[in-house]
């Protein structure tokens, strides 16, 4: 029996031995993972960023030490995602490029003339003095400039027969109101008979605008409607200023004309389309009609007729029209009905100022909304 009591005192000592030494390991195990874990060290956690998060760290002051709950981002860290929000509302309301052509197509430009009662041009006023009314319903004034701004010009002259006499004066009036406007205006020339010509495009050389209005010769019948509506969608596709003007010229009744009159009337007061300055040579034959259809043009657009007694007067007639070009208001303004509604919009400007009794405002009486081209 001996024999099996003297291994248990063995067998207990081998059991106590072991236990030692895996109590040794552990120790020593747990120790290196503790001394691992340095004292926080700013520097060094910098350079041990994920690089995706480098460019922020480099730029940023040394943080402390590292904690395990971080604290929520605050305002700054996100001024980014709100700052890009911020660009895109500038984009729309007033900085890039697409800024401008926004404005355009939401605001209604309203080239503006006044006068006193004394029949004078007003030229002083400010923002302040005007108010306008689309549908009888009063509008804020979005932007307002009184400045001589270049304008895009089209010069449509009557090429008819009744006209072979006429038109050296008239050419040279045409090319008056030319040197008398602002230089950096753009040109082109329409000459009408019971056709219409574009016998210039847009451009500034007096030089190619005289050659096109000696392009004359006199025949045929005369399709003013025609030539008026053309030269209105000529102005719409490539007028690449805002201001836009129709100069026409003509002798007698429209008799040749596939278009109507109202029909004419109709594409001029598209969207801020051009202003009418016309000049009716008339005879006493059929000249009630004539007149009426030149003043109702000039009228709806905010422009004038005018209707000499003498040829002669023709050419003082175009340094009027300049003058009263480079002294308007530009009024705009973004309406309070939606554009997308549709239908005829009548426009009315009023203007009082102190020191004036009556001011007589002349702009266009209307428009149908969402029809101009793109700039």
Known sequence: MLLRNSRVPLLLLVLLTAAIACRRQAVLAHE??????????????????????????????????????????????????????????????????????????????????????????????????????????????TSFRHEDIPVAMGIVIDNSGSMREKREKVN??????????????????????????????????????????????????????????????????????????????TDGEDNASRESLEEAIRRLQEENGPTVYAIGLLGEEKARRARRALETIAQRTGGIAFLPRTLDEVDQISSSVAHDIRNQYTIGYKPTTPKSAGGYRAIRVEAHAKGYSKLVVRTRSGYYPGQEGTP
Do not use: W
């Open 32 to 141: 290196p993972r503790q001394s691992s874990q340095p004292p926080a060290d700013s520097s060094q956690s910098a350079s041990q960023a994920p690089k995706g998060e480098a460019g922020q760290n480099s730029t940023s002051p040394p943080q402390a030490s590292p904690s395990p709950n971080p604290p929520a981002p605050t305002q700054d860290s996100q001024s980014q995602p709100t700052h890009h929000a911020q660009s895109e509302d500038e984009g729309q309301n007033g900085d890039s490029g697409v800024f401008v052509f926004k404005k355009e197509v939401e605001e209604v430009m309203l080239q503006t003339t006044v006068m006193d009662d004394k029949n004078h041009l007003v030229t002083n006023l400010d923002k302040s003095a005007f108010t306008v009314f689309e549908n009888n319903q009063p509008q804020t004034i």
């Open 172 to 249: 040279k009036a045409a090319l008056n109101l030319v040197r008398s406007s602002n230089p950096q205006d753009q040109v082109f020339v329409v000459n009408f008979n019971d056709e219409y010509y574009l016998d210039q495009p847009f451009t500034s050389d007096i030089n190619k605008l005289r050659e096109a209005l000696e392009k004359v010769e006199a025949r045929g019948g005369t399709a003013l409607y025609d030539a008026i509506v053309a030269s209105a969608d000529y102005m719409k596709k490539n007028a690449k200023l805002q201001k836009k003007v129709l100069f026409v010229v």
